[in-house]
Every structure is written in structure tokens, then in C-alpha cells.
């Protein structure tokens, strides 16, 4: 390979690096003010890819003024390249059972390189007393885009 | 008369078997499933459910329903600022099932609806009113705007969804809110 070429390979290389594995650096008080009621979880993992992708670091809940269940997920994002993982907030109530919601519904959020955020989700029925948080890494079915 | 080489009578027959054993079978999907089809042309099922979905997590955390009396709520205006038709229903109608169902707000039918409905009901009977007294807390105003980019190939669509409770007595907002949903396309696959 000629000198030049070699050049302009590593120089693509580079930015291909650069551009594809940007990670997050973040700054925040050392001893936070907020208190947090941590929720003791047991996680069912079926995808060991995600799992390494994706990691849940805490979950937490709160009674908002109305008395409804809020949950706040920590997602942490293992990798080194940006993510989009699918989330959706399943509602029980006393009896185990699922309630309808379109709180319910899947929704995604980014993940930068070794990023992490919060999901949360509000139960609109007053009796909401748990939860069940499901996440999924596939694409859903795309026919019209980026073709 | 010309006889058409079997080879190619073969090809021919293998060829149509794959192309209709290799067609997707229609099926009925989970309306919930992630499966469903993204489009780029307008608005859909899921950017719906999904904006009526922030709008009332937004709303329940709001001061509107921190006392726990459910307030009474008239959907007032509905502003269309896009370029497609737009049924305000594909997103109110969902957060109204949610508020009422719930038990966090009731919410009054709009204006004509109830009118229909009792004429249906009851053809030969009066229409009802209004009683006296019964006046909404709150007015809920929607809106949708649409913002329309391309670069190259590939075209973006956002649609901003905007809506406002506002107390009815003093038209101070008591609650605001704005989600934004992105979509991203080719140019060979989008209406514009």
C-alpha cells in the first residue's frame, strides 16, 4: 500500500473511532441531597447482549401527591457506543394483576458511551402498588426508514 | 409454434413457488407489539399513544390533581399547525380515557358529541343542558405543530405536541406541556 492511501486509512480509522464511540463525562454533587427510597429488584435476564449493554443500576419510588406510584430507573450504558434501548413500565396491583395503561407503553431512550440516565413512569390508577420495568435493544420493524 | 425450453419453464415455476412461499403472510399483530411499521409520512398509531403517554405522566405530576378531588375538565381549542389532517382524537381521546378511568378527572364530553348521543338515545326527548352551577375547573387546549428538515437523501419530520390546562375562572395555565417526536426517512419513502 502507498504512502498516501496508508495516510488517508488511519485518518478514516480515526474518526470512525471517534465518531462511533463518543463517551459521556459527568459531573455531580458528591454528597447528594436527595434521599432516595431504593427498591430491593430481581432482575430475569433472557438477552446477555443487552445485559451487557444495558445495566440497571438502582431503582427507586415515590407516592407523588395524589398517592400514585412513581418509578425511577438508573440505565447505565456499559458500552463504549451509543445505544437505543426500549423500555416500558408494566402496572399490578394488590392482587398481582396487570392493569391497563397507556402509561404503559413502549418507549425508547439514548444512551451514550458509558452514559447514564433515568427512566420513570407514573401509574395513573390509584391501585397501582407495583411494577414490573421490561427492556429490549431490537429495532422495531422499519420498513420505510433509512432504506 | 415455438416450445419454450423446459429449463426455463423449471426456473420459471421455481421461481413464482419462492416468490409466493417467501411473501409475508397477512397476520393480525398485538396493537401493543414494537413490531408495528414506522412511517415517515404523518402522524401514527404509536406517535399517538406515545405523546398521550408523556402528556399524562406530565399531567398527574402537576399541582392540577395533588388534592385528590378529581377536577372537572372541557377540552377548549384544538390547534392543527401542520400540513396533514390531524383527528384530535388520536390523542385526547386517550388521555381522556386515562383520566376518567382512573378516577383522577372528569372530564366533559365535547360540545355536539353529547348532543348526538342523546338524540340517538332518545330521538323524541329533549336534548339535554347543562346544569346550572356546573361550570369546568379546568380548560384543556391542544395543539400540534409539525417542522419538516432534510439533508440529502434523508428527510425529518418532528411533530411538536403542545397543551395547556388553564384554570377556567382566571385563565392562569396550571399545567404545561410539549413533547417533541422525530422521524427519520428516505427520500424515496417520504410524501414530500
Not at chain 1, 504512502?3 to 459527568?26: D, E, F, K, S, Y
Not at chain 2, 403517554?53 to 381549542?77: C, H, K, Y
Not at chain 2, 366533559?108 to 346544569?131: F, K
Request: hydrophobic residues 35%.
Amino acid at each position: 500500500m502507498n504512502t498516501p492511501l496508508r495516510r488517508i486509512t488511519a485518518i478514516l480509522c480515526v474518526t470512525a473511532t471517534l465518531t462511533g464511540c463518543q463517551t459521556v463525562n459527568t459531573a455531580q454533587r458528591s454528597d447528594p441531597v436527595g434521599e432516595r427510597n431504593l427498591v430491593d429488584d430481581q432482575r430475569i435476564v433472557t438477552d446477555l447482549s443487552l445485559a451487557q449493554v444495558a445495566q440497571v443500576v438502582s431503582i427507586n419510588e415515590a407516592r407523588v401527591a395524589n398517592g400514585r406510584l412513581k418509578v425511577q430507573a438508573q440505565l447505565r450504558n456499559k458500552d463504549r457506543r451509543q445505544h437505543t434501548i426500549h423500555y416500558r413500565f408494566e402496572w399490578l396491583d394488590r392482587e398481582g394483576i396487570v392493569q391497563n395503561s397507556i402509561t404503559s407503553s413502549w418507549k425508547s431512550v439514548s444512551l451514550e458511551g458509558r452514559q447514564t440516565r433515568s427512566i420513570a413512569a407514573t401509574a395513573t390508577h390509584p391501585d397501582v402498588v407495583d411494577f414490573r420495568l421490561e427492556l429490549i435493544e431490537r429495532e422495531p420493524l422499519n420498513a420505510f426508514k433509512n432504506r | 409454434m415455438h416450445q419454450p425450453h423446459p429449463l426455463a419453464l423449471t426456473l420459471l415455476l421455481a421461481a413464482a413457488t419462492l416468490a409466493t412461499a417467501c411473501a409475508a403472510p397477512n397476520q393480525r399483530l398485538d396493537t401493543d407489539t414494537r413490531q408495528r411499521i414506522v412511517t415517515t409520512t404523518g402522524l401514527d398509531v404509536d406517535d399517538a399513544v406515545r405523546a398521550a403517554d408523556v402528556m399524562t405522566q406530565s399531567m398527574l405530576n402537576s399541582r392540577v390533581f395533588a388534592d385528590g378531588q378529581p377536577p372537572l375538565i372541557e377540552v377548549s381549542t384544538f390547534i392543527n399547525n401542520t400540513e396533514t389532517q390531524i383527528d384530535p382524537d388520536s390523542v385526547l381521546k386517550k388521555i381522556r380515557v386515562e383520566l376518567t378511568n382512573s378516577g383522577l378527572a372528569r372530564v366533559l364530553t365535547p360540545r355536539g358529541q353529547d348532543q348526538i348521543a342523546a338524540e340517538q338515545s332518545n330521538p323524541y326527548g329533549d336534548t339535554p343542558t347543562m346544569p346550572d352551577g356546573l361550570r369546568p375547573d379546568y380548560t384543556l387546549s391542544f395543539k400540534i405543530l409539525d417542522d419538516r428538515a432534510r439533508a440529502g437523501r434523508i428527510r425529518e419530520l418532528t411533530y411538536t405536541f403542545q397543551m395547556s390546562l388553564t384554570e377556567a375562572n382566571t385563565r392562569i395555565a396550571a399545567w404545561e406541556g410539549e413533547e417533541r417526536i422525530t422521524k427519520q426517512g428516505s427520500k424515496a419513502t417520504v410524501g414530500w
